[in-house]
């Protein structure tokens, strides 16, 4: 079994800042990419917000980039949104997505952590 645990979320006024984390654990050879993604409303689709290789690489969604950094530690099987200068419209249930090497390759989804920016 894989697992992804988020944590970080919470209530911000705008202008303020969060971070957020995401830990794999369980069983399995090795992580390819780590992203957020985010759902603002019921019943919308999900978006990418942040994406980051194995090697480093990153990739940001327009309405993000230069406010929101990811990064990963691959020792702690970890990966980090730092979330600077909030605006009300960031708002959103954020969720964790790993795409992990066991027999073959597989994505998993964390639970999803709540960000409210207040205005």
């Known amino acids: 079994q894989v697992q992804l645990v988020e944590s970080g979320g919470g209530l911000v006024q705008a202008g303020g800042s969060l971070r957020l984390s995401c830990v794999a654990s369980?069983?399995?050879?090795?992580?390819?990419?780590m992203g957020w993604f985010r759902r603002q409303a019921p019943g919308k689709q999900r978006e990418l917000v942040a994406?980051?290789?194995?090697?480093?690489?990153?990739n940001y969604a327009d309405s993000v980039r230069g406010r929101f950094t990811i990064s990963r530690d691959n020792a702690k099987n970890a990966v980090y949104l730092q979330m600077n200068s909030l605006k009300p419209e960031d708002t959103a249930v954020y969720y964790c997505?790993?795409?992990?090497?066991?027999?073959?390759?597989?994505?998993?989804w964390g639970q999803g952590t709540q960000v409210t920016v207040s205005s």
């Open positions: 369980g069983s399995f050879s090795s992580i390819n990419g």
């Open positions: 994406s980051i290789t194995s090697g480093g690489s990153t």
């Open positions: 997505n790993a795409n992990i090497r066991r027999q073959f390759v597989y994505d998993y």
